[in-house]
């Protein structure tokens, strides 16, 4: 079984933490990349060939994969392969869809001849076997295998629905319904047989967007196709939205975390560079954290997820807060319930996360939950106040904070490529 890792996505929801960096290549629990986790399944799972489709803003997820060392992936045959869309003669196209994205890279899956291919996202956060769900398949003579887990019914409109049989067999699948016919929601990992998956794809190649949920699963019911759920029990978190991402961050330090990353028998791999130690001053206070290496704490951290080379200035407080790697928070400044990207500088006496809440006016969906979210690179000067529902990116100036303060709902968005005063609302 050779194994097909989707990459490509921008991540939209995720705001300002995607403008510069692929979804799945956005820093998760201090010191691992979401896409890890898949990639970490996979070998712990036996699978040693694995094509990861990369499309959005590539370079970082691409430097952070390498030949695949860290997860004992850089062989001579198979290991990892990076599959960026490519130019043709003719017909030459972006990734259009997940299916899509897999057809047009049907050469590489062929020149291993596998039994079976295994479809994943790499952006979900999750421990699993991947040879047990092979093993299911196999037993049920399934030409498809559909990894499926229970979810509220309330929320059941937002995935793909799986509607099954006593024997588990799928009659019917629904692509995010507003009245959906039951609550097994696809987790976007599928087994497929070689020969099923490639006769799908060939006869779906000009299907516009072509999707798994939306095409290749209703054309292969259709067709007769044999096609089975797998239902998984275990932890899993789609970490698509800002509080969907914080929360998940969070719970990795309760005092028995559903989702342990330190598991003997089931290792989390990441390239780790070598780093100095931490170092924790006598005037610091740290409780109920995790805290990456070489950072420098002065000040008071509490119920936090804490990226490598993260100097917390004296005096400062971060509580409930994400603060990824190489980012300075400056003295006396406090922090509460934010998320803070890489790179970002923040300056003396300033209060982040402070206020009532109130609806976001750049992009009310996306920036909710009662979080500030700070992007890449971002510069905040000494002395203001952020409120609640926020987003920031970008080198800021004093005078883009009215009387000193962003109120909650605010933004201060300067993309890359703007001109200096960027964009405020």
Not at 88 to 110: H, L, R, V
Not at 164 to 178: A, G, L, N
Not at 306 to 322: D, K, P
Request: glycine share 10%; aromatic share 10%.
């Amino acid at each position: 079984m050779i194994c097909m890792l989707l990459a490509g996505g921008q991540g939209s929801r995720l705001g300002v933490l995607t403008d510069n960096v692929a979804k799945p290549a956005v820093s998760f629990g201090g010191k691992y990349r979401i896409i890890d986790f898949a990639l970490s399944n996979c070998i712990n799972s036996g699978i040693d060939t694995v094509g990861v489709l990369t499309q959005y803003r590539p370079l970082r997820l691409n430097t952070h994969i390498g030949i695949g060392v860290p997860w004992d992936l850089d062989r001579n045959y198979g290991g990892v392969s990076v599959l960026p869309p490519y130019e043709k003669s003719s017909d030459s196209d972006w990734y259009t869809g997940t299916a899509n994205a897999i057809f047009q890279n049907i050469e590489y899956m062929e020149q291993f001849d596998p039994e079976y291919v295994l479809i994943l996202s790499g952006d979900h956060i999750y421990k699993m076997d991947y040879e047990v769900m092979l093993d299911y398949l196999n037993v049920i003579k399934a030409d498809v295998t559909i990894a499926v887990m229970p979810v509220p019914i309330e929320e059941a409109s937002r995935f793909g629905i799986v509607v099954t049989d006593e024997s588990k067999q799928v009659i019917q699948f629904q692509e995010k319904p507003p009245v959906p016919a039951g609550n097994l929601a696809s987790m976007g990992i599928y087994i497929f047989t070689w020969k099923v998956l490639k006769d799908a794809l060939v006869k779906l190649q000009h299907q516009s967007n072509c999707d798994f949920g939306m095409h290749v699963l209703p054309y292969l019911l259709d067709g007769g196709k044999r096609l089975f759920a797998y239902e998984f029990n275990g932890y899993w978190k789609d970490v698509g939205t800002l509080g969907s991402y914080w929360q998940a961050n969070m719970e990795l330090i309760d005092i028995v975390p559903e989702f342990n990353l330190y598991e003997e028998y089931w290792n989390v791999y990441t390239r780790s560079d070598v780093q100095p130690p931490n170092y924790i001053s006598d005037k610091a206070f740290v409780e109920r954290c995790i805290i990456g290496e070489g950072s420098e704490i002065c000040g008071v951290l509490k119920n936090s997820v804490v990226g490598s080379h993260v100097w917390i200035e004296e005096g400062a407080v971060i509580e409930n807060s994400i603060i990824m790697n190489n980012s300075h928070i400056g003295k006396n400044t406090r922090v509460d319930r934010a998320i803070i990207a890489e790179d970002v500088e923040i300056g003396a006496n300033v209060e982040i996360g402070v206020g009532e809440e109130a609806p976001n006016t750049y992009n009310p969906k996306v920036y909710a939950f009662g979080l500030a979210t700070i992007g890449e690179h971002t510069v905040i000067p000494d002395g203001v106040k952020i409120g609640k529902n926020t987003a920031i990116i970008g080198e800021t100036k004093p005078e883009e904070y009215p009387d000193g303060i962003l109120a909650s709902g605010g933004s201060i968005i300067h993309h890359i490529g703007e001109q200096e005063e960027g964009e405020k609302e």
